[in-house]
């Protein structure tokens, strides 16, 4: 019984995953849908049947305090960081067969 929770859980997590949202959302869909979202691409690599888009989008999160639940003098507080997103398509005759998403954080 253990073992079915584990597995649903896991099912559960694996479908709600951003990978899998963007996946739904863009999978199937034409190039200029995907460009209205992001603006144009920052790469395109052509293979023989396939094209390869690299969307980019750039997030700023600003620094905030972390709650200890204690009083302390001292708040710890996480930096500012940019959060760098990106999208790598795959498309075959205009149509996006698959997507990748790979993010990175800078201080």
């Known amino acids: 019984m253990k073992g079915l929770l584990i597995l649903l859980i896991a099912v559960l997590f694996f479908a709600c ?31 023989s049947a396939e ?27 996480t930096p500012q960081v940019t959060k760098i997103s990106m999208y790598h398509v795959t498309v075959v005759d205009g149509i996006i067969t698959k997507i990748e998403i790979e993010e990175e954080y800078e201080r």
């Open 17 to 47: 995953s951003t990978q899998r949202k963007i996946q739904k959302t863009y999978i199937g869909q034409p190039v200029s849908v995907m460009e209205k979202k992001f603006g144009e691409a920052k790469i395109l690599f052509k293979k």
């Open 51 to 77: 094209e390869e888009y690299i969307f980019e989008k750039k997030e700023y999160l600003k620094s905030t305090e972390i709650s200890q639940h204690k009083l302390t003098l001292d708040p710890m507080i």
